[in-house]
């Protein structure tokens, strides 16, 4: 069955820096575009970014767009986050994601990593 593990989340001062990370197993990832997505408290599940199969474009959030970059490992199944000058409000569960094709839809979820940034 397909499971995603994300990690690297944790406490950090605002204006700092996080790697998220994403383990795969149970499908090959380069077969698909890759999102990663947050949830804060109260608040429905957002976007935040996309990577293409190739790893070759890929699409943010306005409200990540120049701090966040995602990229990808295709030959070790994983995918990855940068956030740099993280603010308060970027405070939640961080999720990845491959996007199914045929809909277009994200139907795999894992527990998701805890991000929460410090004023």
């Known amino acids: 069955q397909v499971q995603l593990v994300e990690s690297g989340g944790g406490l950090v001062q605002a204006g700092g820096s996080l790697r998220l990370s994403c383990a795969v197993s149970?499908?090959?990832?380069?077969?698909?575009?890759m999102a990663w997505f947050r949830q804060a408290p109260g608040k429905e599940r957002e976007f935040v970014a996309r990577i293409s199969r190739g790893g070759d474009s890929d699409y943010y959030a306005d409200s990540v767009k120049g701090r966040f970059t995602i990229s990808r490992d295709n030959a070790k199944n994983w995918v990855y986050l940068y956030m740099n000058s993280l603010r308060p409000e970027d405070t939640a569960v961080y999720y990845c994601?491959?996007?199914?094709?045929?809909?277009?839809?994200?139907?795999?979820w894992g527990q998701g990593t805890q991000v929460t940034v410090s004023s």
């Open positions: 994601s491959p996007q199914t094709a045929q809909s277009g839809r994200y139907d795999y």
């Open positions: 149970g499908l090959t990832i380069s077969n698909y575009v």
